[in-house]
């Protein structure tokens, strides 16, 4: 299958010598959700934020449709949406006035922001409070609005950091329900959580990262298989762990 | 024991190494403010202590007379008077040989004489009513650059004048209200190569309106135009927005212009009301002056209002300055990780535009010590704060080159924003007060995650 995204060797340091991500290599392929799931502080926004060229790597590329983040990052932006964990919008403007202001972004063509605008709007389903102004969204609400934002364009690739962080359960539900049904329809997405149900519940294949590292690559069924696990939380203790020895071991 | 620890706690909260900071700033902005004072303050009471005297009559009366000026009573614990000194530094004897009282005065490097005209003291023997000439060379118009000994030295003339009057034709203190017309003072004030028939204080009184409440409107200014910018940033940078726009397909570049073009579109605004606003002003208080249009006739004649080249040249300082503000507030912006430190960054601001706010409402800059005015010099709202009096009075050099520097630091500061803009650092940089895990010491940490 057609590969969206290709990471190959991702370094990113912060300071000299202390690397936030290290070596990170992954593919995602056309219509497919990758999730990349570790503790916190283990290097996973920053890998996000490096693929959606906000911040450049040390080392290692990865290439977004054919793009490499290193030497076309605007051609990279045109393939990419990305929704930042806990972002908000706009509060002055309304969800329409937000809507119509990134699809004016993402397109020069006023029709085609149009018709952008209209499936955010019908993505979003705020139904008339896309009128009011965000400022007076609840927490939920503005998350729809920013999804809605994030896939209306139909990115080859939506990167979502902690897309359902802060939420309830019915309005996380909807918004995994969301994820999978783009993804049905080709739109490619790389998530991060730390929330292992939802990951098994809506990921193709998971990537679990700690300190910087990839440890592993896999579905959640080969990943459980492998470890003996009966879930995602369980493969993932299991891998932090081993890593943990490991480095242990190799430390002394 | 449950309040003590609220306390605690409350006093911990507020206690923190951005107060120290702001403490720490204030202490600093005192003893500068002081320090330059000082100074000036120093040569505001030499200058008022010495008697700067032209005597062309150059008569016995006239010599008595200047030498009263010189006595120094020396009295006892109690207050009578004891001994009579003479200090003969308080006068300093001049000769005026042409009615270039700029030249005149510049050549003997003061900025006021008294002029005891020929016939002085025959006119005063005889009883006549006798005039002396005032000439205050003026070259600013703030409070403490326009203070001279001549008033006291006017009045020591008067009281002499008046006791050699009454002694001669026998009066006594009830022909007090004649005695009080026998020495009429003729004013006269010099600006640039202008000069009018007015006293300086009268010159100083019309002025004060600019010297108190244009200072303000800038600070002010000064102040909203950074709060908005600051906020601005930050905001995108606490919500987020931020990292949605770097990574939509839109230049780095393009979101800096766009904001720094919204932002300049906002301080030409601002400028050209901080214009009209102050050019109101000043028509309504020059309006309010009933005294037939004279006050107007005499700021025109000694060149101090405001053309519409004037107010040209101000508004582009401003809007320079405006620039300027935009810009360090971009760089400042782009530090803060939360409300709280948004609202610590505007510290700088206020601190560097405090300090020549203050001290121009009170001191002329340029008669500073050296260091001193180098420093407030190297403050660029200071090129604001005396634009219009450099304009008034004609220091259009200082004017020019306090623009050249402003010109410099803005491109120096877009720079540095440009800079931080393209790189990772409007993302990772900060300001914070991040505890060493050992030492315990706090750090200042502004660059890296």
Redesign the interface.
Known sequence: MEKVLEVTGLSKMYKKGIYAAKEVSFDVKKGEIFALIGPNGAGKTTTIRVIATLLTANEGDAIVNGHSILNEAEKVRENITYLPDEAGAYKTMTGKQYLEFMASIYTADKEKAKEFVKSGIEIAELGERINDKIGTYSRGMTRKLLLSRAVMSRPALAILDEPTSGLDILNALEIRRMIKRFASEGMSFLLSSHNMLEIEFVSDKVGIIAKGHILEVGTSAELKEKYSASNLEEVFEKVVKEANLHEELSEN | MKFFSLLKKEIRELLTPTAFIGMICTLILFVVIGEAFGGIMEEVVDEASTYVICDQDKSDFSTQLIKTLTIIPESTESGKIEDIKYDIDRVKLIDIESDDYQAELKKHDVSSVLIIPKGFGDKAQKGEEVEIHNITLMSSGSMLSNISANDAAIETFKAQVKSLFYVNNGLSTDNIVKGETIVQVKDTTVIKDKSADISSSVVSSLLSTQSLFVPIVIFVLIIYCSQLIIGAISTEK????F?????????RISILSSKMLAAATIAALNAVVYMIGFSRMMNGIMGSVDDGGASSKVLEELGLTLTTSSYFLLGLQMFLTILITLAVSLILGALAKDAKSAQTLMMPITFLSMVPYMLTMFVDIRTLPIIVRLVVYAIPFTHTFIASENILFGHMNVYWAGFAYQLVLLVICLTVAVKIFT??KI??MTLSFDKKSKAGKKKLKLF??
């Open positions: 606490i919500d987020k927005t990292e949605t726009l770097l990574s939509a397909p839109v230049t790189s990772d993302l990772t890296g995650k």
